[in-house]
T-cell receptor
């Protein structure tokens, strides 16, 4: 069965500093990995995804994520945090090709707080 | 704006009642997904429809049902409501189904409060 873990409920970072939000996953085959962000009273917004190819994926708002197969991780990063990046971040995973219609599994979310 | 619309935005009702949540997917998207978000359970997948047919079922209670209509909008019906059903209900859409690598686009959600 597929699963995803976000080990930190909360991440605090000073504005201008680099940020990392951690995600590890478990699937039986090759993963499709996604990051979403949720601002207060809003739906989830897609940030980026890893399907295949380059392990470093660039997404919206200056975010990027690195796929590490050996460590089964897909950490979200940004070189310089903004106060406006404060939100709830979700990692999601599903088995990749040839896995049929298996649903996307979301982590429990990590609340990012960027302090001015 | 994701292009996915959900109505109503808020719903307050009593235990034992029945409600219907509505979702219109992005133009051209054939798949609709329903999720429940609560503080203790996180984001839980409920059910997926693709072009009018049920394609995948998650942790959906028997008291809950959904359908997707020919115009591709979807409704989630929740009956015999309990206090524990209070949550945010999201609809998402994508061009393909789960078997594709398309990202899902989420609506703004319906906040259901059961008193």
């Amino acid at each position: 069965a597929q699963s995803v873990a976000q080990p930190e409920d909360q991440v605090n970072v000073a504005e201008g500093n680099p940020l990392t939000v951690k995600c590890t996953y478990s699937v039986s085959g090759n993963p499709y990995l996604f990051w979403y962000v949720q601002y207060p009273n809003r739906g989830l917004q897609f940030l980026l995804k890893y399907i295949t190819g380059d392990n470093l994926v660039k997404g919206s708002y200056g975010f990027e994520a690195e796929f590490n197969k050996s460590q089964t991780s897909f950490h979200l990063k940004k070189p310089s945090a903004l106060v406006s990046d404060s939100a709830l971040y979700f990692c999601a995973v599903r088995d990749g090709p040839n896995s049929g219609n298996t649903p996307l599994v979301f982590g429990k979310g990590t609340r990012l707080s960027v302090i001015a | 704006d994701s292009g996915v619309t959900q109505t109503p935005k808020h719903l307050i009702t009593a235990t034992g009642q029945r409600v219907t949540l509505r979702c219109s997917p992005r133009s051209g998207d054939l798949s609709v997904y329903w999720y429940q978000q609560s503080l203790d359970q996180g984001l839980q997948f409920l059910i997926q429809y693709y072009n009018g047919e049920e394609r995948a079922k998650g942790n959906i209670l028997e008291r809950f049902s959904a359908q997707q209509f020919p115009d591709l909008h979807s409704e989630l019906n929740l009956s015999s409501l309990e206090l524990g059903d209070s949550a945010l209900y999201f609809c998402a859409s994508s061009p393909g189904g789960f078997s594709s690598y398309n990202e899902q686009f989420f609506g703004p959600g319906t906040r259901l409060t059961v008193l």
